[in-house]
């Protein structure tokens, strides 16, 4: 079964400066999908970025880019010059590419941005 | 605007009552999706349903029910088998949901609390 581990359950930056944020998964298959999403305080999840395995060239979104290891099976969350708006909880997920109805969620990590 | 509209924002009930979350949604997905969110745990699917009159079990189903009559609508019954029912509550949707990079939506969610 696969797994999806976020090992920081809470992270600061200040405003300004550059967060990355951890994410390890666990799996067997070759083709899927991973996500962060976000979650502010008003709790509606939003998508942030989207990575598909089998295209090497990491995603960007604006500030927002993942380095994505899929030997090391690594997903990390880069925010670059945060924001007070960017405080949040911050999913990592997973989904299978054949019959990806599922989607594996992390446990999240609370990003705290000091103003 | 299209979105998922979860209804009512706070909910409170009595142990061994039934009670209904409602769920709606005007974007035409197919795929629609019941997650809970407990703290520390990350969301963690319900049930789930691929079209209009199907449904699937996800991995804590026991206590929970769900109908599929209309595509619009997912409606997720907690029951008083629910052994620890109080959590927060996130209804998705998806384009399809074999479709491995159709990243979820979200509703706003529900609070139930059960005393």
């Known amino acids: 079964a696969q797994t999806v581990t976020q090992s920081q359950p809470e992270m600061s930056v200040q405003e300004a400066e550059t967060v990355t944020l951890s994410c390890t998964y666990d799996?067997?298959?070759?083709?899927?999908?991973l996500f962060w999403y976000k979650q502010p305080p008003s709790r509606q999840m939003i998508l942030v970025i989207r990575?598909?395995?089998?295209?090497?060239q990491n995603a960007t979104e604006n500030r927002f880019s993942v380095n994505f290891q899929k030997a090391a099976k690594s997903f990390s969350l880069k925010i670059s010059d945060s924001q007070l708006g960017d405080a949040a909880m911050y999913f990592c997920?997973?989904?299978?590419?054949?019959?990806?109805?599922?989607?594996?969620f992390g446990a999240g990590t609370r990003l705290f941005v000091k103003a | 605007d299209g979105g998922i509209t979860q209804s009512p924002k706070y909910l409170f009930r009595k142990e061994g009552q039934n009670v209904t979350l409602s769920c709606e949604q005007n974007?035409?997905?197919?795929?629609m999706y019941w997650y809970r969110q407990d703290p520390g745990q990350g969301l963690r699917l319900i049930y789930y349903?691929?079209?209009?009159?199907?449904?699937q079990k996800g991995d804590i189903a026991e206590g929970y029910s769900v109908s599929r009559e209309k595509k619009e609508s997912f409606p997720l019954t907690v029951t008083s088998a629910q052994k620890n029912p109080t959590a927060f509550y996130l209804c998705?949707?998806?384009?399809?949901?074999?479709?491995?990079?159709?990243?979820?939506?979200f509703g706003n969610g529900t609070r139930l609390t059960v005393t």
């Open positions: 990575q598909e395995a089998y295209k090497q």
């Open positions: 349903s691929q079209i209009v009159n199907d449904f």
């Open positions: 997920a997973y989904r299978s590419v054949p019959g990806g109805f599922k989607t594996i």
């Open positions: 998705a949707s998806s384009v399809r949901g074999g479709s491995g990079n159709s990243p979820l939506h």
């Open positions: 974007l035409n997905h197919d795929a």
């Open positions: 799996t067997s298959e070759s083709d899927y999908y």
